[in-house]
């Protein structure tokens, strides 16, 4: 599975850790930067990454700021983008099992590299239920056609 990983300055220690995490699991990881602490603005980076997922050149996006809000307000300003913040391991089975997130947003400033990869595995590995989520994805999906 391809995912792209983004950062900004704020998100730079943990998206190198969910990126050593990952290529050691297998995945195949295009990471788009930042590559180092110098200052950039975080809708750069959000933008970016989302609209990969959103044409199909990745699969899965992660993105990762100080907070993770900036960057997922950012994907989700992109048509086709579902990016879910995530804190712990249940938004993270949540955000897949019924809204289908394709693309998963961290906070390096909010919470450990530990429970960070838990979240990053958790959130790779489920399923999404379909049925009467499907129905409410497609709304949400509608909204952006409005
Ligand atoms: C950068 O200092 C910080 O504002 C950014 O990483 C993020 O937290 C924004 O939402």
């Not at 730079?12 to 602490?37: P, S």
Request: net charge negative; glycine share 10%.
């Amino acid at each position: 599975m391809k995912i792209v990983l983004a950062c900004d300055h704020g998100g730079f220690e943990l998206k190198e850790a969910v990126k050593a995490h990952l290529e050691k699991k297998g995945y195949e990881i295009n990471d788009i930067g930042v590559h180092d602490i110098k200052s950039v603005d975080y809708p750069d980076y959000g933008k970016k990454a989302a609209e990969m997922v959103a044409v199909g050149i990745a699969e899965k996006g992660i993105v990762i700021c100080g907070t993770g809000i900036g960057i997922s307000i950012a994907a989700n300003k992109v048509k086709g983008a579902r990016c879910a913040l995530c804190t712990n391991e249940y938004m993270a089975r949540m955000s897949i099992m019924h809204n289908d997130a394709n693309m998963l947003a961290l906070g390096n400033r909010v919470i450990g590299q530990g429970a960070a990869l838990d979240i990053v595995d958790v959130w790779l590995s489920s399923e999404f239920e379909g049925g009467r989520h499907a129905d409410r994805v497609n709304k949400l999906m509608e909204i952006e056609n409005n």
